[in-house]
């Protein structure tokens, strides 16, 4: 299957600081990536979709000032949490469909992201 | 967008039995999607259903897609250890996906 990578797979920063999550289709190109938030022992919460070449789409409830998405290439999509705070820290997931090469809907995800908010 | 009601939350069960997971929604899918995802890990397409009453089986995995189109489940016969992890449901909303909250299966032999 197609396969997605994330950089880094943890960070831990203080608390004002910005981090950027990077996610990539190795071996596709992905028009649409998405970005996916887990706290422990819960379900995925889609944060935004990030389109390549234009601006992100924001789920109701997420900042879209404080989580900046770029989708500069069909291979990359960035996420950058600004002025991180304690409650930001979670477990970030990319992910992205490979829509030339599957029939189906499917989204193959990265690793995951876990940030650490000191 | 509306979440899918996925129940039982966990579920424990000794190796050699078997285990369902069920996935209702209120309003009529176009399709659902299943996932695993192993602890530590990140989710792992399983299966897609489309069809209205769909079957459809992986080994001893067994999907289901309900005759309205608003509820799945996934029956796996004969647990074994491998099979640990949080199974999601998932919806299609546009382009993107809404995960159900998910169920921990945990398996002691």
């Known amino acids: 299957g197609a396969v997605v990578s994330q950089h880094p797979s943890w960070v831990i920063c203080k608390s004002g600081t910005s981090v950027k999550i990077e996610c990539r289709s190795l071996?596709?190109?992905?028009?649409?990536m998405f970005w996916y938030r887990q706290f422990p022992k819960q379900s995925l919460m889609l944060m935004a979709t990030?389109?390549?070449?234009?601006?992100?789409?924001?789920e109701q409830g997420v900042e879209k000032d404080k989580f900046l998405i770029n989708h500069a290439s069909l291979t990359l999509s960035t996420l950058t949490v600004t002025s991180a705070h304690p409650e930001d820290s979670s477990f970030y997931i990319c992910?992205?469909?490979?829509?030339?090469?599957?029939?189906?809907?499917?989204?193959?995800f990265g690793p995951g992201t876990r940030l650490t908010v000191l | 967008g509306q979440q899918v009601m996925q129940i039982p939350q966990y579920q424990h069960v000794q190796e050699g039995e078997d285990f369902t997971t069920y996935c209702n929604s209120s309003?009529?899918?176009?399709?659902i999607q299943w996932y695993k995802q192993r602890p530590g890990g990140h989710p792992v397409f399983l299966i897609q259903?489309?069809?209205?009453?769909e079957v459809k089986k992986q080994k001893r995995l067994t999907f289901q897609f309900g005759e309205a189109k608003k509820n799945s489940s996934l029956h796996i016969t004969a647990t074994q250890t491998t099979d640990v992890g949080t199974y999601f449901c998932?919806?299609?909303?546009?382009?993107?996906?809404?995960f159900g909250k998910g169920t921990t299966l945990s398996v002691s032999s």
């Open positions: 992910s992205a469909r490979d829509v030339q090469g599957s029939t189906y809907n499917e989204q193959f």
């Open positions: 071996d596709f190109q992905a028009t649409t």
């Open positions: 990030s389109n390549e070449g234009s601006k992100a789409t924001y």
């Open positions: 309003t009529t899918l176009s399709n």
């Open positions: 259903l489309v069809k209205s009453g």
């Open positions: 998932a919806r299609q909303a546009g382009t993107a996906l809404i």
